[in-house]
């Protein structure tokens, strides 16, 4: 009996198609792969600043004479030659994130090595930080700025978070030496309202109720027993 040799046919998917769709499958995670080093590889938002701090004590807009301008210390050809005069005609005159943004490009070219011994110090590596690290830092660093605290408002009233209530004793302190001025003449039923005290207090120290204090005092007080000011005059 005979036997046709004919085969079957061939898939339409080529060696050659196989190892196209291969190849893309390999690499798009190794284009992941090189962006994410990318970006670990980048040097930290700080690192302007500590070169800044070396080459020039941090300040941006110094210009010491020496041929050297900003806080990055750029020559006049650098600044020129890498676009820094469309901000200002030396870096000493433009302001610190039109220095970076130059820097940024003289680096991609030179390397760290344009700042040779304080990007050492700096501990600068990899490429240089991305803008949006920059506004991510000046951010933080408007945040953290120290500003003193206020003792009274424009007002003139003492804020309620600075008061802290005074110890009955050192009530009962101040009322003592009110007695004794009154037995030499003043009056010993008067008290005069001190920042920290408090109505509960004042009574206290005189063995009465708050509520027969703030009775007898309604009219000085006003309606709300809990709220007694500095200078307001009690009468027993």
Same mark, same amino acid.
């Given at each position: 009996?005979?036997?046709?040799?004919?085969?079957?046919?061939?898939?339409?998917?080529?060696?050659?198609?196989?190892?196209?769709?291969?190849?893309? #499958?390999?690499? !798009? +995670?190794? @284009?992941?792969?090189?962006?994410? $080093?990318? %970006?670990?590889?980048? &040097?930290?938002?700080?690192?302007?600043?500590?070169?800044?701090?070396?080459?020039?004590?941090?300040?941006?807009?110094?210009?010491?004479?020496?041929?050297?301008?900003?806080?990055?210390?750029?020559?006049?050809?650098?600044?020129?030659?890498?676009?820094? #005069?469309?901000? !200002? +005609?030396? @870096?000493?005159?433009?302001?610190? $994130?039109? %220095?970076?943004?130059? &820097?940024?490009?003289?680096?991609?070219?030179?390397?760290?090595?344009?700042?040779?011994?304080?990007?050492?110090?700096?501990?600068?590596?990899?490429?240089?930080?991305?803008?949006?690290?920059?506004?991510?830092?000046?951010?933080?660093?408007?945040?953290?700025?120290?500003?003193?605290?206020?003792?009274?408002?424009?007002?003139?009233?003492?804020?309620?978070?600075?008061?802290?209530?005074?110890?009955?004793?050192?009530?009962?302190?101040?009322?003592?030496?009110?007695?004794?001025?009154?037995?030499?003449?003043?009056?010993?039923?008067?008290?005069?309202?001190?920042?920290?005290?408090?109505?509960?207090?004042?009574?206290?120290?005189?063995?009465?109720?708050?509520?027969?204090?703030?009775?007898?005092?309604?009219?000085?007080?006003?309606?709300?027993?809990?709220?007694?000011?500095?200078?307001?005059?009690?009468?027993?």
């Amino acid at each position: 009996m005979f036997t046709s040799s004919r085969s079957t046919p061939a898939s339409p998917r080529t060696p050659r198609r196989v190892a196209a769709l291969v190849a893309t #499958a390999v690499a !798009a +995670p190794l @284009a992941l792969l090189s962006a994410t $080093a990318g %970006q670990a590889n980048a &040097a930290d938002s700080g690192v302007w600043d500590r070169i800044a701090r070396c080459e020039s004590g941090g300040n941006w807009h110094i210009n010491t004479g020496n041929g050297y301008y900003g806080g990055l210390q750029f020559s006049p050809s650098t600044w020129r030659g890498f676009g820094g #005069a469309a901000y !200002a +005609p030396t @870096a000493d005159r433009a302001s610190r $994130a039109q %220095q970076i943004a130059i &820097a940024t490009k003289v680096q991609r070219v030179q390397g760290w090595g344009a700042w040779p011994t304080c990007s050492v110090r700096a501990g600068a590596q990899g490429s240089p930080p991305s803008a949006v690290a920059q506004q991510k830092q000046q951010k933080q660093q408007k945040q953290q700025k120290w500003q003193p605290a206020k003792t009274k408002s424009q007002s003139g009233t003492v804020k309620k978070s600075e008061f802290k209530p005074r110890p009955v004793s050192d009530v009962r302190a101040v009322n003592r030496a009110a007695d004794r001025s009154g037995r030499d003449g003043a009056h010993s039923g008067d008290y005069t309202v001190r920042p920290g005290d408090t109505l509960g207090a004042i009574a206290d120290a005189h063995g009465l109720s708050w509520r027969a204090l703030y009775a007898g005092n309604r009219a000085v007080i006003g309606a709300d027993p809990d709220f007694i000011l500095p200078g307001q005059r009690l009468t027993f």
